[in-house]
């Protein structure tokens, strides 16, 4: 039999890589604006943060180029507004324009998490960990919304891998240390994960490649110098010295700053809520996580644990060889991350530092089957069944789901709702007032692209300071709380959850999503 040329062979890791590339991609765009529908209060923040800076130079609170963002009062981190200000330059405002750099970063990770694991895995086991994270719904969930803390697994994902890079050549450190410094920058709940992290990281390059020290002691002075503004934010936060404001560059004073929430207090129920983002993945968010399917599949933890259990032996080995150990860096991300993920309140996004090392542990543990072909192929087939479940429910239902569980972290039916609000207003000069959702204020703003100089100069707080302001009115909006509906004012709009529709029966009103819109004759 004549052999075919390799020219002509078929490359089937090829076939594989951008077959599951492509789902990656799809899973992660089709109707990203759409699915969640409208938009989540904190991205709304971010999302008005990001306009006000694109369009005056200055966030919502007018601090011009600050270093932080000042957002509900205890503080936002200033990444992803500024990605999303690029977006909206580009593409003009929206919510998908917002979402656009959340899920382009996503895919990004895909595409690093397979080339971190070609440094020191085969290209099969590199594709199976391909597929893992481009499949999981916490990677595919968190893709397609614009939450500032989501880019930061990404981040850092891209400084781990430039310094695994570094082992070989050490010129990539500085490329690990400028992302690794970004991270800082994406999210505040990274700082001491990264800080430890970076130092044991070099302290192990150190002993390991003695002609890297000049650039380690590089590096270390370049991740100082590029997180000094922070340090200073630190520094102004516990009054040790004065905000700073420039035209140029602000270094703001929160109006509450929470630095307090880490600490070993309430350390069993901050624990509890760690076993049920890790091992029962829930914490509670529809938004976060549909518990059916969870972050990472429900059985994924059993491959996680042996994984971590081969990455041990692993590292064992290396040692005593003498050889570098990636199986000791993954490790240490994993040690020192589930130390402080027990000091922090662990809903999803707060702990996503762990969900990398941890999908690398999970794809060792898989890759261990390998020698039981058939086992193997079945736990590959049913991670494949397990997608196509997961798709079909977000894609088809988990709108519904939103709206049937009342979460109104995703306000479904508010973009339709303002919109006819704002029809009435035109129409008829009343005011309108949202009733029974805290935090819709910041929607609105985005929303409707209201004008950063008129919001400032006419909003008021229903309590000042604190560290989730909330809105009482500003221009004709008003925001209330635990409302007698029998006294509302006639001659008003208002926008209310659909719950409490019973109460403007005898009025003309419409229904939007999980909204109700009246005006009360």
């Known amino acids: 039999m004549r052999k075919i040329p390799p020219k002509l062979a078929i490359n089937y890791q090829a076939l594989v890589f951008w077959a599951v590339f492509v789902v990656a991609c799809a899973v992660r ?13 904190d991205e709304a923040m971010t999302g008005y943060d990001a306009f006000s800076l694109l369009k005056t130079g200055a966030d919502s609170w007018g601090v011009t180029h600050p270093i932080y963002l000042i957002g509900w009062g205890s503080g936002t981190s200033i990444l992803y507004a500024l990605l999303a200000k690029l977006s909206f330059y580009l593409f003009g405002v929206s919510v998908w324009a917002l979402r656009l750099p959340q899920a382009l970063m996503s895919i990004l990770s895909c595409y690093v998490f397979y080339r971190l694991l070609r440094i020191f895995c085969d290209k099969k086991t590199a594709l199976v960990g391909f597929f893992l994270i481009s499949i999981m719904p916490w990677s595919v969930m968190s893709a397609r919304w614009g939450l500032d803390a989501n880019i930061a697994p990404t981040f850092c ?6 310094y695994c890079r570094a082992v070989k050549k050490p010129i990539y450190l500085g490329l690990s240390t400028i992302f690794y410094a970004l991270t800082m920058y994406a999210y505040a709940g990274f700082w001491v994960f990264v800080g430890v992290i970076v130092l044991l990281q070099w302290g192990y390059l150190w002993f390991y490649r003695q002609n890297a020290h000049g650039y380690i002691l590089s590096s270390v002075v370049l991740f100082v110098l590029l997180n000094l503004p922070l340090l200073v934010l630190v520094l102004v936060n516990y009054g040790v010295v004065a905000e700073y404001r420039s035209a140029w560059l602000s270094v703001p004073k929160l109006l509450l700053w929470r630095g307090q929430e880490v600490g070993l207090n309430h350390f069993a129920f ?12 829930d914490d509670g968010w ?12 429900l059985f994924t933890p059993l491959f996680m644990f042996i994984g971590l259990w081969n990455l041990i032996k692993k590292a064992k080995a290396d040692i005593l060889h003498k050889q570098f150990s990636f199986a000791l860096c993954i490790i240490g991300q994993i040690v020192i991350g589930l130390m402080y993920a027990v000091c922090v309140y662990a809903f999803s996004n707060r702990v996503s530092f762990l969900f990398m090392p941890l999908l690398i542990a999970a794809t060792w543990g898989i890759m261990s089957l390998k020698p039981f072909k058939w086992v193997w192929r079945l736990v590959l087939m049913v991670y494949v069944w397990c997608f196509m479940l997961f ?11 939103l709206a049937e569980s009342h979460e109104f972290s995703f306000s479904y039916g508010l973009q339709d709702a303002l919109q006819r609000a704002e029809q009435l207003h035109q129409q008829t000069g009343a005011d309108i007032y949202l009733l029974e959702e805290r935090y819709a204020y910041a929607k609105v703003l985005f929303l409707n692209q209201v004008n950063p100089y008129l919001y400032q100069q006419t909003v008021s707080w229903l309590e000042y300071p604190n560290a989730f302001m909330q809105a009482k ?38 229904l939007y999503g999980n909204y109700v819109v009246s005006y009360k004759k």
């Open 473 to 510: 009115d500003f221009l004709y909006y008003h925001f209330m709380w635990n409302v007698d509906f029998d006294t509302l004012q006639s001659g008003q709009i208002y926008i209310v959850p659909k719950n409490r529709f019973q109460f403007f029966v005898n009025d003309s009103y419409a």
């Open 157 to 162: 994902l891209l400084g781990f891998y430039f």
């Open 391 to 401: 798709a079909h429910t977000y894609f088809t239902k988990y709108n519904e789901m």
């Open 29 to 41: 765009l089709i109707a990203f604006g759409e699915i969640p529908a409208d938009i989540n209060q």
């Open 270 to 281: 901050k624990l509890t809520m760690l076993f049920n983002v890790l091992i029962m993945q």
């Open 286 to 297: 529809l938004s976060n996580m549909i518990p059916a399917y969870g972050g990472f599949y």
